[in-house]
């Protein structure tokens, strides 16, 4: 197995290709979490992983709360389920209180302030109230609670990983919070073998093929769990040795349909790695083709990490899997206008490819593309 080999299969697993989904909350599902602390570009991460579906479809979604955004995995924000929200929430928060504990004593964030803030929030929000960043900072200040600084991101985060708030709807272009327990209808939670396991179906179900240490970046899990999370789905899975490490991806792929903790997916023939076809794609920034490695050589060589960011900082051009160039993008009442900051020149077939891939992301946000250069 090459790296070209490794890139093609991701692409598929992803849905990057071959998109299979048939909702907005049926791709987050198959994905488990996408990263979303910049809205926009997470709402193209499913966008461009689906057909004919439009933004304005993802927004209702998550008006509707059919797909919700709050602190998970890792100390971001990502779109996760209804039905996935409990057990990842406490299967993952520990070690991301753990990574915030010194970032808490700097600012003077200690257990009391944040139990005071709890309680502020919880009462606030009872009833169904749906509040802004904005209305919950005038609310932690009437009760004398210090929001100085970036202090009060904190003091939000903390009860996002309490599972007590996550996203409500939007007011306008506000985010609000609610109560958790009155967004979500049934929480579900698993015990931590279970959720050990099912975070790692999941994740080499979705991005296969990956290593340990992809597992742990993505999902927060000690090597510990990861390892167990692995030996826990043996038989679901197959591994080959490339650049010195074990991949690790599922031997009964089909992303058709959500996947469950609880319930197999259906087998099904992976697709060839052995001839990818041509193929152009325009991801977002911190999209979890790059964003769901640690080590991101297969698809970015090491020459272009600065001026691609990373691969994550900067919406990517992918070219037969490779990270290619980048690409902004301006919208306005006129329509939609791409510039392209590839890293090599591009062949007329890249040209072809790269067009068709803006007029898709013009009709995602429903707009003409005027201009594409």
């Avoid at 490490?245 to 992976?270: C, E, H, L, V």
Wanted: some cysteine; aromatic content about 8%; proline content about 6%.
């Amino acid at each position: 197995m090459t790296s070209r080999n490794i890139a093609h299969l991701r692409l598929a697993h992803q849905q990057i290709i071959d998109a299979d989904s048939s909702s907005p909350e049926e791709l987050v599902g198959w994905l488990g979490c996408v990263q979303a602390q910049d809205f926009a570009q997470a709402k193209w991460a499913i966008g461009v992983r689906m057909n004919n579906i439009t933004e304005a479809a993802i927004d209702k979604a998550f008006d509707e709360g059919r797909i919700l955004r709050t602190h998970i995995l890792r100390p971001t924000w990502h779109f996760v389920l209804p039905d996935d929200i409990g057990w990842m929430l406490r299967l993952t928060a520990p070690r991301i209180r753990a990574f915030l504990k010194g970032l808490h004593r700097r600012l003077d964030i200690d257990e009391l302030i944040l139990k005071r803030s709890r309680n502020v929030i919880v009462k606030a929000l009872a009833g169904g109230k749906q509040l802004t960043r904005e209305q919950l900072l005038q609310v932690l200040k009437k009760g004398r609670i210090n929001t100085d600084d970036i202090r009060i991101n904190f003091l939000l985060m903390d009860v996002e990983l309490d599972g007590v708030i996550c996203s409500g709807p939007r007011q306008g272009k506000q985010f609000t919070y609610m109560l958790m327990e009155e967004r979500v209808p049934r929480i579900e939670y698993l015990d931590k073998e279970a959720a050990v396991a099912a975070i790692a179906h999941r994740y080499f179900m979705s991005r296969g093929p990956a290593t340990l240490q992809d597992l742990c970046w993505w999902s927060g899990l000690s090597v510990a769990d990861a390892k167990k999370g692995i030996e826990m789905n043996k038989k679901h899975l197959t591994s080959e040795v490339a650049n010195g490490q074990a991949y690790w991806f599922s031997n009964d792929i089909a992303p058709s349909g959500r996947p469950s903790p609880t319930r197999p997916f259906p087998p099904a023939k992976p697709p060839s790695p052995t001839k990818p076809p041509s193929s152009v794609h325009l991801l977002p920034a911190f999209d979890e083709y790059t964003v769901s490695y640690k080590d991101r050589s297969d698809v970015l060589q090491q020459a272009h990490h600065k001026q691609s960011g990373n691969g994550i900082f900067k919406p990517t051009i992918i070219i037969n899997g490779q990270v290619a160039g980048n690409w902004k993008r301006t919208v306005n009442k006129e329509g939609v206008q791409i510039e392209l900051q590839p890293f090599t020149e591009l062949t007329p077939t890249s040209r072809r490819l790269i067009n068709k891939a803006a007029e898709k992301y013009a009709r995602f946000v429903g707009k003409p593309l005027v201009s594409l250069i």
